[in-house]
């Protein structure tokens, strides 16, 4: 899948209709996978090659990975952990996130669009 820059806003997000299109075309795609995947809409930011390193705050990672707590979403959403978790590796396997290291964050995750 090609990456794709997005914009990112505080309250708003964008994410390009082939992404949902395909999402709700793959039979593999569980209501766990969708619920965690929105979620994580609302966590994760996306790719944004026109953001320079050195411009965020210090708590921002400019690769923009945030690190996330399955645990908390777990919680949140009235799963398992251990579900949650299982969610996050295969939305990492379809590629819709990645995990990674930036220059603030550790072992965050990022959308790949």
């Known amino acids: 899948m090609a990456t794709i820059d997005v914009t990112q806003f505080k309250e708003n997000f964008h994410v390009p209709k082939e992404i949902f299109r395909n999402i709700i ?3 593999e795609f569980e209501l766990v996978d ?3 995947f929105c979620y994580l809409l609302t966590t994760l930011n996306g790719y944004n090659k026109n953001r320079r390193i050195g411009t965020s705050k210090e708590h921002e990672d400019p690769l923009n990975f945030i690190k996330i707590h399955p645990s908390v979403i777990a919680e949140e ?3 398992s952990e251990k579900k949650v ?3 996050i590796k ?7 996130i990645e995990k990674g290291n930036g220059p603030a964050v550790k072992g965050g995750y990022r ?3």
Do not use: D, P
């Open 25 to 27: 075309s793959t039979e």
């Open 34 to 36: 969708l619920k965690v």
């Open 77 to 79: 959403l009235g799963y």
């Open 85 to 87: 978790k299982k969610a």
């Open 90 to 96: 295969y939305l990492e396997g379809i590629y819709l």
């Open 111 to 113: 959308f790949t669009f």
